[in-house]
Structure formats: C-alpha cells, structure tokens
C-alpha cells in the first residue's frame, strides 16, 4: 500500500496539475467514451497505456482472459454483461474492442488437463474458453498462441447474442473488434474481418 500512496504522491505533483481542467470538466459533462475494451486483468495490459488514452477516453472491463459471456436471461451478477449494456445503450459507444494478449495466463489455466473444480469462480469462467479450445487442432504446435487468437474471436461471437448490441450493430453501425498485444515487444494484431486472420498494426 505504501508504494501505492507514494505513487499518488508522484501523480498528485507531477501529472495532476496538467490534468486538473479535463477532470473538473469530465465531472461537471459526465463521460462519453467513444470505445468500450474489453481487456484482461492481467497487469502487463493496461489499455489507456497501449493506446495512449487520456481519461474520459475509453471504458473498459478487465477481468481474466479478457472474456464476455453469451447472452443469459437468467437472474444473477452479471458484471461483464452490465458493463457491456451500460456501454451500448447508456454510453452508447461507437466500438466494442476485445483486447487479448500474449502469455495470457487464463489461456494457460484452460489448457491445463485437470478436473474442474465446481465451487471455483475462475474455474467456472475459464469454462468460457471450451468452445475456443475444441476449434484448436490437436496437432497444432503453439495451442496457447491459437487459443489467445481464438478466444477473441469466440468473444466477439459471443457479443453478438446480446439483442441490444446486435441492435446497434445493426441500427448505428456499432463496430465490433478484435485485437492482440504482444507484452514482449509492444507489437498489436487486429482481426481483418474480411479474411479472419490477425494483421499486424504498423
């Protein structure tokens, strides 16, 4: 905790007097990011920092292997999915992007050959990656690298089933869009819609 408050110390002296205006206007106009990332919570992945994004600029839900689930109707605590409504129809974002990445530990934690336990949270959510694992091959020689690809697209499969995004997709011209970073060397793959591969930004 001390090296937290000391570094609020540094952000309070350095970087808040450049900030003060846009926070004091943020707080009286509200927010109105135009994208919503869906990233991992991995510490390594900071969206703001990838993008060089200021505050107010982006709205983003991290949580492990950077996963939306399918649409459910079911009661329940449902935090990605809430995140994801108040995006579209409060916030009315014009992108949804889901931002996978290199060395993903959740990916890892999928591939593992071991039993599920069924009173674990992570166990449970990792369970979303099942059908990006059953379209690996088996003979395919870097599974995780597949299954980080391969979770992304599941994901973006997966925020089609919600009506209100389908409906602002269809209605608004809301983008979904997929994309990979590399923790190594900084590098980042979007997914070409057209032809379904990763194409590296240069």
């Known amino acids: ?15 808040w007097p450049e900030l003060q205006s846009l926070h004091r206007e943020l707080a009286e106009r509200g927010q109105s990011p135009k994208t919503l990332v869906i990233a991992c919570a991995d510490s390594r992945v900071d969206p703001a920092t990838i993008f060089n ?3 107010g600029e982006l709205f983003v839900v991290r949580n492990v292997a950077n996963l939306a689930p399918p649409f459910e109707d079911t009661p329940g605590r449902h935090g990605v999915s809430a ?6 129809l409060q916030l009315k974002v014009e992108t949804i992007l889901v ?7 959740g990916v890892a934690a999928a591939l593992q050959d071991r039993p599920r336990d069924p009173a674990s949270f992570l166990d449970t959510w990792i369970g979303l ?8 091959e088996p003979s395919c020689e870097h599974p995780h690298t597949a299954l980080e690809y391969e979770s992304i697209r ?9 009506p209100f995004v ?21 590098s ?14 240069v």
């Open 154 to 162: 599941v994901t973006l499969e997966n925020l089609e089933t919600f």
């Open 1 to 15: 905790m001390q090296q937290l408050i000391e570094g609020y110390r540094v952000y309070r002296r350095t970087r």
């Open 53 to 55: 994004a200021g505050p």
């Open 188 to 201: 980042l793959e979007l997914l070409d819609a057209a032809t379904g591969r990763f194409e590296p930004v």
């Open 83 to 88: 995140a994801i409504e108040f995006a579209v």
């Open 99 to 105: 931002l996978g990445h290199a060395q993903c530990g």
């Open 129 to 136: 990656l099942d059908l990006a694992k059953s379209r690996i």
């Open 166 to 186: 389908a409906k602002a997709v269809r209605e608004r011209g809301l983008k979904l869009v997929g994309a990979r970073y590399g923790v190594a060397d900084g």
